[in-house]
């Protein structure tokens, strides 16, 4: 059991490192969108921003699922590496069909998965989240301007015109 559990930790972070890879990613990608000119009102621009996020999101998701199969082929609980992406991605979804069950001895690893996937789920969606946010004031600020610059200019209206 014990080896099963620092197997399962040993994927947690591997999942981790796989995840702060993507997140790096989209942080390089995003930003150099939105400074390029990608976000404000122009709406179709605002959709291919969070489209790109949320692909390099999934793509994260499966490599991750990925690389637990991985593990279950190569530790010989699966027969072959398709059928061990199916098991994995059952897991890290928590679909668990139970149509494929591991080994009595491996099957720790299947709620290991689960809560990789959930805490994972979890942060795409506050990633999404946060992209859609900063588009969001990207696009008010574009339409109706920072509101500290309309206090700025008015204050500065008076004294130019001596009121």
Same mark, same amino acid.
């Given at each position: 059991?014990?080896?099963?559990?620092?197997?399962?930790?040993?994927?947690?972070?591997?999942?981790?490192?796989?995840?702060?890879?993507?997140?790096?990613?989209?942080?390089?990608?995003?930003?150099?969108?939105?400074?390029?000119?990608?976000?404000?009102?122009?709406?179709?621009?605002? /959709? *291919?921003?969070?489209?790109? $996020?949320?692909?390099?999101? @999934?793509?994260?998701?499966? &490599?991750?699922?990925?690389?637990?199969? #991985?593990?279950?082929?190569?530790?010989?609980? /699966? *027969?072959?590496?398709?059928? $061990?992406?199916?098991?994995? @991605?059952?897991?890290?979804? &928590?679909?668990?069909?139970?149509?494929? #069950?591991?080994?009595?001895?491996?099957?720790?690893?299947?709620?290991?998965?689960?809560?990789?996937?959930?805490?994972?789920?979890?942060?795409? &969606?506050?990633?999404?989240?946060?992209?859609?946010?900063?588009?969001?004031?990207?696009?008010?600020?574009?339409?109706?301007?920072?509101?500290?610059?309309?206090?700025?200019?008015?204050?500065?209206?008076?004294?130019?015109?001596?009121?």
């Amino acid at each position: 059991m014990v080896l099963i559990l620092a197997a399962g930790i040993a994927l947690l972070l591997g999942s981790l490192l796989s995840y702060g890879l993507a997140m790096a990613l989209i942080l390089r990608v995003g930003t150099g969108l939105i400074r390029s000119g990608y976000r404000g009102q122009r709406f179709w621009r605002n /959709v *291919a921003v969070m489209m790109i $996020a949320t692909l390099i999101m @999934a793509a994260a998701h499966v &490599t991750q699922i990925a690389l637990w199969a #991985l593990v279950f082929f190569l530790a010989g609980q /699966v *027969a072959d590496f398709p059928r $061990a992406f199916y098991v994995s @991605a059952q897991n890290y979804t &928590t679909l668990s069909y139970g149509d494929i #069950l591991l080994p009595e001895r491996w099957r720790l690893l299947g709620p290991l998965e689960a809560m990789n996937g959930l805490l994972f789920f979890g942060l795409s &969606t506050a990633v999404l989240f946060a992209v859609m946010s900063r588009l969001l004031v990207h696009h008010l600020r574009d339409e109706i301007g920072h509101p500290g610059e309309a206090a700025v200019a008015t204050g500065s209206d008076k004294k130019l015109g001596g009121g």
